[in-house]
């Protein structure tokens, strides 16, 4: 994993068939082959990695699940473990994304466990953060930020932090159209740059890939991505549709010749 290229993932949720999973792929697949700048991750429901993971062969395009549980097997019904991703072909797994802390009750410490689940079997961690809006308007996102960072990462030294891509998603702009400004995304992943140099030095945190994700599209990504510290978008609406989520690379791609 290097910062040389921006990083754009579609997170494909709770969506699509297997047939339609692979359909999508496969446009995708086709319309990077001459998108070489961009390192390219797709995130599709666990029924459809297999059959995305073959149309993904010979592309330079990633495989990542969507959650993942920290044991390695046993009597967990209806859990998946990390080995079994990676044995499925998936190099990434998005871990603590919002959904998940607001429907499913994962907490900082559960996040924190499954991203060493991912790191021990070597499946690079996409690990989300972000505030609600209730956060926000009582003036808490840094706090926040600052908390979700260090629970996440307890007890994870500064060698594993290259396998992992942090995702800045504030919960109010998930899903809903409103997108964080690029002056207000900014300051929340400068703040987390800061953290982490705090924890890990500034070569290391210079290094880390962050991530920003809450109603990305195609007319918002370019001034998004030429923030200095925004090195990549996580999308969940606009990855959906091949046309959205290409654009939204290319324009990514743009920002980032600019900005370097
Ligand atoms: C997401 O689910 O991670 C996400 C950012 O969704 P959307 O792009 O639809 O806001």
Redesign the pocket.
Known sequence: MSKKLPFIAG?W?MNLTISGAKALAKSIVKACADLPEAEIVLAPPFTALSKVKKTLEDSSVKLAAQNLFWEEKGAFTGEVSAPMLRDAGCQYV?IG???RRQSFGETDEGVNRKIKAALKSGVFAIF?LGETLVEREHGETMDVITRQIRGGLEGIGGGELKSIVI?Y?PVW????GKTASPGQAEEVHSHIREKLALTYGIGPAECAIILY????KPANSFALLSEKNIDG???????LEAESFIQITREAIRAYKEKK
Do not use: P
């Open positions: 997170n949720k998005i994304h919002s959904e989300c995702a998603e702009a998930i899903g809903t994700g809450g109603s990305v978008f996580l999308i969940g609406g606009a990855s």
